[in-house]
């Protein structure tokens, strides 16, 4: 049994090993899996997955504990000390990738690209340049370690049936989303003066690559020309603040909770016992940094849990000389996790990967230099725009980061096991179910900047004012006020229009004008066309209730074997080891027809109350996992 103990431990060392060598994806790809996809054809992805704490396992309580819990007829205290090492890997990558994109493999495309793929993310949207191509590819895997610390003790001298326990693992985690960018074609196009600022934003001022953009990177801010909106304002590009994709925090080591609880067995006999307890989970482990999408979790993320559970034995035969016998054990728990302070940021309500595209910040036209009005083929009959481009651009992400107090109804941890014990020999063998219900998220209406961010699609965001007939030198440029509601991560809406740069479908569009000279505003600096461009009046922005508030739950089925040996022999001291292993199920991604899912036929919650509930989106983890389990029991 010794040499048996030392391989199992030396191979979860390894395999351990292994897993900690590991380094962010910075080399070429692998062709990998799966097809490639887009928004277009998926639904329900989760900005944030939320996997099982490695606390939350009745399994490592059970597992070779029969013979040493729940004595009949005891007078003294009594009790039992385990330790269990214990090595998982996920093995669903292919579901956690559709969970969170859609697909293991995503194109990346710039506005310009001939013959473009419809389905491809828009490079535009992540500051490259128009004839920009990549393939995005993700492969996640979790990786834990943890060595789990029980102690159970009968308090019989006290009170019949009464006892204690805690639980506690320490644990390292390690989350790798398997991100890489491949087939990356640069490009070598600048964008149009107008597109993003009034100059023509070169080559060289862009990203040069998808991969940047995920990281958080943004083109330095760009001078005005021509006073547009002032001397001292700029074209300002913010980074991704929320659901950025690198290597920071991708692991932790620490105690992601404490749980305990006191029970009694109001029926304990030899053959059978059955009882309740009251148990409670303290969170000690750090929260996730949920600035990054893969951002790795190890505990309960801030929650505290109050619950209570149900145990129960029978032994279904025993031998004539009392020395083997065979039963079935149940341990039933149930919990409630409370709030929990969390940043999350979201999609846009039926726009899948909408986190990634680009929202421009709008002002009211007070604040700006020059103001713009609207109407028809002259300036007789105008509108004055109430907002104008700020010359502000941000991810989504950004706009929709918030926040919230997070809290579950209820999760359950259920263990069915069978055993077979024969005189020192154990075996166990069981089934576990857990479920965690889907959160609710609190926050206050107060939080989210309403009529100041939209979306920008592949609008100009400026026109210039060229004289009375559209055709002299600039004399200035002047932002507008364009904005594309429908717009999606896979392409603006006037592209394949005819003269596109005129902003043909922008959100309610009328001809743009300066106000002061009465002038129209063109697409182009040049002098050689007259191309009059649109403007949005009114602007459509973007609006609490469009924010998907996207929540997650969890479910899994487990299935777990352990072979142990005890030295029953001994009178006051027994030690025991064993070895197990475990293969958990995660139920596939899923949803529940809620608020803001577009094939149940609804529309997301305009409300303002304490209540944000958007879709349910079910990602649960699959993994496989070897332990050893040592202890010792004591009377």
Known sequence: MERMFKKILSLSLLLSAVGAQAECNTGSCSTGS????????????????????????????????????????????????????????????SDLADCLFGACALKVQGSGVANRDENALLADYFYLPTDYQSTLRIDPVIQTFSVDMFGWIGLDEWVEGL??????????????????????????????????????????????????????????????????????????????KCGKIGCDDNSVTTVPEVRFALGWNFLLQDDYHMGLNIQASGPSGK??????????????????????????????????????HFGFYLD?????????????????????????????????????ATDLVAGGATIVTTTTA?????????????????????????????????????????????YNFWYRSCEKFHTECSKFEENTWALKGDSQVYGFNRGANGTTAVVNSLPLSATQKDATITHG???????????????????????????????????????????????????????????????????????????????????????????????GHGSDCNDCESECGKTCDTGCDESLNGNCVRCSLSQWGIWIRGGVSFN
């Open 163 to 240: 006892y204690a326990w805690v639980q506690f693992p320490v644990t390292w985690s390690k989350w790798d989303l398997g991100f890489c960018e491949s087939g990356i074609t640069t490009g070598t196009e600048s964008h149009v003066a107008g597109y993003f600022t009034p100059d023509v934003l070169a080559r060289s001022e862009l990203l040069n690559s998808a991969s940047d953009f995920f990281k958080g990177s943004a083109p330095k801010d760009q001078s005005q020309s021509n006073g547009s909106i002032g001397p001292d304002r700029t074209v300002t590009f913010n980074g991704l």
């Open 332 to 368: 039933a728990n149930f919990t409630h996790l409370f709030n929990s302070c969390q940043e999350r940021c979201f999609d846009l309500c039926e726009k899948p990967l909408s986190r990634y595209m680009l929202a421009e910040k709008l002002i009211a036209n007070t604040d700006v």
């Open 386 to 430: 109430t907002h104008q481009f700020a010359g502000i651009f941000a991810p989504v992400a950004n706009v929709t980061s918030t926040n919230l107090d997070v809290s579950v109804g209820v999760q359950a941890d259920v263990v069915a096991m069978f055993n077979y014990t024969n005189g020192g020999w154990s075996w166990d063998l069981g």
């Open 34 to 93: 799966g097809s490639t996809t887009s928004s277009s054809t998926i639904h329900s992805v989760t900005p944030t997955i939320v996997v099982r704490s490695p606390g939350a396992n009745a399994v490592r309580r059970m597992i070779q504990s029969v013979g040493h819990l729940n004595k009949a007829d005891m007078d003294k205290v009594y009790g039992t000390i385990a330790v269990t090492p214990e090595y998982t890997r996920s093995f669903n990558s």
């Open 493 to 587: 809406l006037n592209a394949g229009q005819t003269l596109p740069l005129t902003n043909p479908k922008v959100d309610n569009p009328q001809l743009a004008f300066a106000a002061v000279s009465g002038f129209p505003l063109n697409s182009l600096r040049t002098t050689a066309v007259q191309e009059q461009v649109n403007t949005s009046i009114t602007p459509v922005f973007i609006q609490k209730s469009d924010i998907n508030f996207a929540r997650n739950s969890g479910l899994s089925n487990k299935v777990f074997t352990h072979v142990g040996y005890n030295w029953i022999n001994r009178e006051d001291v027994i030690p025991y080891v064993g070895v197990g292993f475990e293969a958990e199920f995660g139920s």
């Open 287 to 324: 929260k996730a940094n949920h600035d990054f999408l893969f951002a790795v979790q190890n505990g309960n993320d801030g929650h505290w849990e109050l619950g209570g559970a149900v145990e129960a034995q029978f032994i279904l035969w025993r031998s004539d000389d009392e020395n083997s």
